[in-house]
C-alpha cells in the first residue's frame, strides 16, 4: 500500500512508481492526491504556468482514420478545410502571441505527413519567426522523416509534438491507420535530430483506468519533455459524437497520476479547455502547469487573458519554463 506520508520525497529523490503502484494511487482519495501532487510539482517547477498557442497551419481531408478527429476525410464534420498558410501569416500569428506573453508557437497541420514544398514553407515561417521574435517555435507535422527533423531545427524548430494519444493497448480501437509504434519511431527521430519532446494524450474516449496509466508509463519511456492532456470534446459526425463529458474527478485523478509518474514533466491542459473551464484553476493543484491558450484547431478555448488572469489570481507566475525531462 502506497504510504502517502512519504511518497512525495521518495519521487522527488527519484523513485519511480511500478505499474501496480500507478493504479493504486489512481484510486487513491482526492485529497491526499492532491497535496502529494502540489508537493512535487512545487519542487520542480515552483509557481510556474506556461503559455502555448497552436496555429491551424493546414485543416482538413486527412487522410487518417482517428476517431476523434474532425478534420478525418471518413467522417462529415462539416469543417471549413484549408491549405497550408504563407509564411507571412504564420509569422503574423506568432507576433500577436509573442506580444501577449505566450511563450511557444506551434504550428500544427492536418495529414499523415506534409509535402517537401510544404515543409519548405514551414522551414521559412521558423527562420523568420526565430529571427525576428522572442517566442519559441513548436511544430505538429505528422510523420515525418529523420533529415526533416534535422532541416527544421536549422531553422528554429525547438520542439516536435506527437501525441500518443491512449495506450498502446486501446490505441487500435482509436485508430487503424498508423500505429503508436510509427508515432514513437517519430518521436525518437526528433529526439535524435536535437528536438525537444511533446506527447500526451486525450482521456474520455473509453479507455480504461489501466489505460490511463500505460499512457503515462509509455511516455515516461519517451522521455517526454512537455506532455499535453486533452480531455475528449466530442464532435459531431466522429464515431465519438456521442461520448459522455468526463467527471471532473478523473480528470482530476488522471492529472495527479501523470505528476507522480512524470515528476519532471511539463503537464499542459490542452483540448478540451471550454468543458472545464469552470474548475481549470483548481487542476493547478493536482500537476498542470501550462497550458494551450487560445482557440483549438477546430474548437473554440479560452483566450490569453482569461488564462493570464487565472493564473495570477491562482498566485502562479506566468513563465517560460525550460524542460527537465532529460535528466530522469
Known sequence: MIDFNTLADRIIDGYELSREEALELYNAPLEQLKESASKITSHFFKEAIELCCISNGKC????????????????????????????????????????????RFSIVTAGVRLSKNELKVISEAYKKITSELKISCCGSLGLLDYEDFVMLKQSGLKRYHNNLETSPNFFKEICTTHTIKQKEDVIAMAKKAGLEICSGCIIGMGESDLDRVDIALELRKLQVDSAPINILNPIKGTPLENRETVHPDEVRRTIAMFRHVLPKTVLRLAGGRLLIQKYFTDLYNYGIN????????????????DDISAAISSSKVVSKIEPIASEN
Open 60 to 103: 482538413g481531408k486527412c487522410s487518417e482514420d482517428c476517431k476523434f478527429c474532425s478534420q478525418s476525410r471518413y467522417y462529415n464534420t462539416e469543417i471549413e478545410k484549408s491549405v497550408l498558410k504563407t509564411v507571412d501569416q504564420f509569422f503574423e500569428e506568432a507576433k500577436y502571441n509573442d506580444k501577449r506573453g505566450v511563450h
Open 290 to 305: 501550462a497550458e494551450i491558450t487560445g482557440d483549438m484547431l477546430t474548437t473554440a478555448g479560452l483566450t490569453v487573458a
